[in-house]
């Protein structure tokens, strides 16, 4: 398969590893939105959030807070952002599921800023329950 994440995984491209367990890596992302920039990778290939299994799920984003307190502690840093895109058109680049842990700084240059919508109060109601529905 054509994925970087699992080339890394077979070390067939270096990496800067921060973490490693039986299921998961973390790494500094080669293209860091701010110093300390890590990403937490399942060993198992899962492309994004509707594939991955529970257990993997959960497992992961408790390594992400180990990371980001391990990122408060090394950089002394207290900001931090911890995303994770899904699709395309959700800023994913690389199919392979994986946890971004930002560090965030004063006039640092990253954004995921909006302007909010207007819907209607009816509409509102009709989109929190069609979501309710599916839960
Ligand atoms: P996405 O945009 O899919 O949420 O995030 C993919 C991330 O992987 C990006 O932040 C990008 O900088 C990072 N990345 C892309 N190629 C490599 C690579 O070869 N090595 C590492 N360590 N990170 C990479
Ligand atoms: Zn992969």
């Not at 399942?42 to 959960?58: A, M, Q, S």
């Not at 395309?88 to 560090?103: K, R």
Request: proline share 4%.
């Amino acid at each position: 398969m054509d994925c970087i994440f699992c080339k890394i995984l077979n070390g067939d491209i270096p990496s800067k590893k921060v973490f490693e367990n039986d299921n998961f890596i973390a790494i500094l992302d080669a293209f860091p939105a701010n110093e300390g920039h890590t990403l937490v990778i399942p060993k198992k290939h899962f492309t994004n959030i509707f594939e991955i299994d529970e257990e993997t799920l959960k497992e992961g984003y408790s390594i992400a807070r180990n990371v980001a307190n391990s990122i408060r502690k090394s950089l002394n840093i207290e900001n931090i952002n911890i995303l994770q895109n899904n699709g395309a058109l959700a800023g994913q680049t690389v199919n392979h599921f994986h946890i971004h842990i930002i560090p965030r700084l004063e006039n640092d240059t990253v954004t995921m800023k909006s302007i909010p919508v207007t819907i209607d109060s009816k509409k509102m109601e009709q989109i929190a329950l069609s979501i309710k529905d599916n839960m």
